[in-house]
């Protein structure tokens, strides 16, 4: 089993759908989880980050954590063009700051 | 945030050449970088844990003689790719902690260099 699953899309929504992104993990001392942007030839851009089970929202976008299922979500609302991107979940225990990245999902809004 | 600028942006080399790609943090200074490898469609694999003034720390499986890693300033780690061959051809990106924002990770990417080897 890998450490993290991620489903790799492609997805493609309309313009101001809510999209939901996933991923799974099975490390147990994961201790903050992390959802990065990635647009195509660029480093990732960090956009959340929590480090409990629960919602944690900053505008458009809403972090989701379920550690008993050791499953987190990401759900972007009023998607946009712009947000066309490949999305990457990663976590990390903390000890050494080392992340384990997913595999990354990659999203198409169209106009 | 934080900013992290890696140098070049992309790089074509001949096969048997080395490359040198620099990271630097510029509004903070990185006690630990980390080093990453992308190929197409796939996702980050951590190659490396760059900390100033000591050795780095290499996962699994990356050589050490062949990736070598440089971090003599609390601003500046290199990597460079020795006796480069096609096979060595990714997308490298480094990232970066800042000790300010209270985090017990690193948040912060350059923006990543694609090496072609030819």
């Known amino acids: 089993q890998k450490e993290v699953e991620q489903d790799p899309g492609p997805l493609s929504v309309p313009e101001g759908a809510i999209v939901s992104l996933n991923c799974t993990y099975s490390n147990s001392a994961f201790q903050y989880f992390m959802w990065y942007r990635q647009y195509s030839r660029k480093g990732p851009e960090l956009l959340m980050y929590t480090y409990s089970s ?4 900053d505008g458009r976008f809403t972090a989701q954590v379920d550690k008993s299922s050791k499953y987190i979500s990401l759900f972007i609302r009023d998607s ?4 066309s991107a490949t999305y990457l979940c990663a976590f990390t225990s903390g000890n050494t700051g080392k992340l384990i990245f997913g595999q990354g999902t990659t999203l198409q809004v169209k106009p | 945030g934080a900013v992290v600028s890696q140098h070049p942006s992309w790089v074509i080399c001949k096969s048997g050449t080395s490359v040198k790609i620099e990271c630097r943090s510029l509004d903070f200074q990185a006690t630990t970088m980390f080093w990453y490898r992308q190929f197409p469609k796939q996702s980050l694999m951590l190659m ?4 100033e003034g000591s050795k780095a720390t290499y996962e ?5 003689d062949k990736f070598l890693i440089n971090h003599a300033s609390l601003t500046l780690s290199t990597l460079t790719v020795t006796s480069a061959h096609p096979e ?17 990770t690193e948040a912060f990417f350059g923006q990543g260099t694609r090496l072609t080897v030819v």
Do not use: L, M
């Open chain 2, 88 to 104: 060595d051809s990714s997308f490298y990106i480094c990232s970066a902690r800042d000790p300010r924002q209270g985090r017990n």
């Open chain 2, 60 to 64: 699994q499986g990356v050589e050490k």
């Open chain 1, 80 to 83: 946009q063009p712009s947000d």
């Open chain 1, 54 to 57: 629960g919602n944690k929202e």
């Open chain 2, 48 to 51: 490396a844990t760059s900390n």
